[in-house]
């Protein structure tokens, strides 16, 4: 019982509070430092579009929780928005 091997229990609380409610991470466009607001009660694993703060860019964030409730946040440009081709 002292280290499960099993990072995503259906049961793990969050939105009890103790999990992270933001992050930091780096703009993939204009590299600048942005810190992002998460919503634990979405779910383990996210991934969602946001927009830039300071370049206003779009951007597909993945947020994925492990067992401690801490977030781990990938950023990255999402160049399929209004590109085909
Ligand atoms: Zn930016």
Redesign the pocket.
Do not use: S
């Given at each position: 019982m002292i280290s499960s091997p099993d990072p995503l229990d259906d049961d793990f609380p969050l939105g009890d509070g103790t999990a992270d409610t933001e992050a930091e991470g780096t703009?993939p466009?204009?590299g600048?430092g942005v810190t992002i607001a998460l919503d634990p009660g979405s779910g383990a694993a996210q991934e969602y579009v946001e927009d830039?703060q300071?370049?206003c860019?779009p951007w597909t964030v993945r947020a994925n929780y492990d067992g401690d409730g801490a977030a781990t946040v990938e950023v990255e440009a999402n160049d399929e928005v209004g590109g085909e081709e």
């Open positions: 703009c466009y204009c600048e830039c300071v370049c860019r």
